[in-house]
């Protein structure tokens, strides 16, 4: 069953009688209500966090360095139990990195040792660096293939063991349905970006030149001009869930990627070609800026409000809050914060 949209999800659900979650201590002070508007969105997300979150809410752009990403992910455990830990990532941080970067894997070590880990740990399913939400990880090796394999095994009898949540701009025409497309990579100048390919050939999806991507959503609410949505893709491709909301003609609030290829006259979305729509800051109107406090120039501060809530596993679902940041979203624009769990498009037999 999916997880809540707002912070009523509250980590872990399949282990009855679970303590409470890290990130809050029992008996800690609730967080404080939105401050006024400040010098910029990272820096009032820092001030509505919750502790153990203050810094990471729009990313890990405001850590101080890999000390600060170590502290931060310490206090993101949403579920710890037999050989599985389970984090809540916040957003800019990637799984991977060239040696010297700050990545989860290069931390994976130090983190081991301040839990007290006795094993490696590998990462067995993680959200893209530009989404926030829930890290699988596993210190035993035959623990994470064989979830690996789970995974695997799910998306090929059509389940959709993954749920994200999506605030975008725009509403979709229809409630819920399928984005369905080839997805591939395009160099465009000195960068390479993944594109659409609405009818890619039998020659190229043999080639592996084009990918056919899947992904099911559902409108879970409306206002302002924007929409909360619940995502299920089947499929995995770099960037297929901004992609896809773009072929919505929806984008994601904070993608300063793809959003460019939606365009308006008169208020009617259209649909640019990536060759005439280059990536750029994401361009909102100024109703929706006074909504969300937020400046032109502050905008390229705005992160991707694209969050991996929800995970099936073959004990049950397991789930963590979306940050303080997108929850701050949902309250300026008059998103259901709270809600009750929606019926998942395909639920998961017993493994």
């Not at 990130?23 to 153990?52: F, K, S, Y």
Request: charge should be positive; charged fraction near 20%.
């Amino acid at each position: 069953m999916a997880a809540a949209a707002g912070s009523g999800c509250r980590g872990h659900r399949f282990r009855a009688g679970a303590a409470p979650p890290p990130w809050r201590a029992p008996g800690a002070p609730p967080p404080p209500p939105p401050p006024p508007p400040l010098a910029g969105w990272r820096a009032r997300d820092r001030e509505c966090a919750p502790p153990g979150q203050r810094g990471a809410g729009a990313g890990v752009e405001a850590a101080a360095g890999p000390k600060e990403t170590l502290r931060l992910l310490e206090g993101s455990v949403v579920h710890r139990e037999g050989a599985l830990l389970a984090l809540n990532k916040p957003p800019g941080l990637p799984i991977l990195g060239r040696p010297g970067d700050l990545s989860l894997d290069a931390l994976l070590p130090a983190l081991r040792q301040r839990l007290g880990l006795p094993a490696e740990l590998h990462v067995v399913k993680a959200p893209a660096r530009e989404y926030s939400g829930l890290v699988l990880l596993s210190s035993c090796y035959h623990t994470t293939k064989k979830l690996q394999q789970f995974f695997t095994d799910a998306r090929w009898r059509g389940q959709y063991p993954a749920t994200y949540r999506a605030i975008t701009v725009g509403v979709p025409a229809e409630v819920e349905g399928e984005i369905s497309t080839g997805l591939s990579w395009q160099q465009q100048g000195d960068r390479a970006m993944v594109v659409p390919v609405p009818a890619p050939g039998r020659r190229s999806l043999a080639r592996k030149d084009v990918k056919s991507t899947l992904t099911r959503y559902r409108v879970l609410g409306a206002a302002a001009g924007c929409a909360l949505l619940q995502l299920q893709p089947r499929t995995a491709f770099p960037e297929q869930l901004q992609v896809h909301l773009t072929q919505l003609l929806c984008p994601a609030l904070g993608d300063h990627r793809h959003s460019s290829r939606v365009g308006r006259v008169l208020g009617v979305p259209f649909f640019l070609t990536p060759e005439s729509a280059p990536a750029r800051t994401q361009v909102l109107d100024e109703e929706l800026l006074s909504r969300l406090r937020l400046s032109p120039r502050q905008l390229h501060h705005l992160p991707l409000h694209i969050h991996l809530q929800e995970l099936v596993l073959p004990e049950g679902p397991l789930c963590a809050p979306p940050p303080p940041y997108f929850l701050h979203t949902l309250r300026c624009l008059g998103l259901p914060e709270h809600q009750e769990p929606t019926p998942p498009f395909c639920s998961l037999p017993p493994h």
